[in-house]
């Protein structure tokens, strides 16, 4: 049972690289959600998609970017890295809105 | 503004006693609230969710409470072991304002259950 499958585990970054974070689930949800979490503070949602096709705007989503092109995957861009992104990100899924979220083991990354 | 703040970023317990954490919140209608457990270095799990016509909800050592009133959750860990040292999350969404089906997280509670 794979649940939510984030790659890589940890990444390090120059100022201005770019990156994609992948994010797989197996459960057939509808679902998906990108968020990251700095220390001290919760969990802040960047990107969320309703189903394949449709993404939206979360909290924070200056900076990346998503697209949902299956029910399964769930990518997210960074462009021109910066410091400010440094940060844990974990991925997630839920059958529907507002029901219970599965979470990936999250990607740490390092912008340099 | 929009606040969800959780008691004290750590809180240490002994053994056997019942652990409160507490989530209280500014500027939200949830219709629902959620706690997660997060281990370090793992993402969160999912515990317990509570509907907002609902008072109170159990689930073995667990209770999760929900007044709308008060703007407030309690969480209870009852007969609390050392394998329930992590930190707790809160979670709720603002979905009756804005129809969106987001969740908005606390920033956690750290407990340490003391042997």
């Known amino acids: 049972n794979a649940g939510v499958t984030q790659t890589p585990k940890f990444r390090i970054l120059k100022i201005g690289q770019s990156m994609t974070l992948q994010c797989a689930q197996d459960m057939n949800h509808n679902y998906m959600y990108w968020y990251r979490q700095d220390p001290g503070m919760g969990l802040k949602l960047i990107y969320y998609s309703v189903g394949a096709g449709i993404t939206d705007k979360g909290e924070v989503p200056n900076g990346y970017n998503v697209s949902r092109s299956t029910t399964e995957d769930f990518p997210l861009r960074l462009e021109l890295a910066a410091p400010s992104q440094t940060s844990v990100y974990f991925c997630a899924s839920s059958p529907r809105g507002l029901d219970i979220q599965y979470f990936g083991a999250g990607t740490r990354l390092s912008v340099l | 503004s929009q606040k969800i703040e959780q008691n004290s970023e750590a809180l240490n317990i002994q053994e056997g006693k019942t652990a409160t954490l507490t989530c209280n919140y500014t500027?939200?209608?949830?219709?629902?609230l959620q706690w997660y457990r997060q281990d370090p270095g793992r993402g969160p799990v999912f515990l317990l969710l509570i509907r907002e016509n609902e008072k109170e909800k159990r689930k073995e050592r667990l209770k999760v409470t929900f007044d709308t009133t008060l703007k407030q959750s309690l969480f209870h860990i009852t007969a609390s072991q050392p394998a329930d040292s992590a930190t707790y999350l809160c979670a709720l969404d603002n979905s009756p304002e804005t129809g969106a089906n987001n969740l908005f997280f606390g920033t956690g509670t750290r407990l340490t259950v003391i042997p």
């Open positions: 500027n939200y209608s949830p219709a629902y």
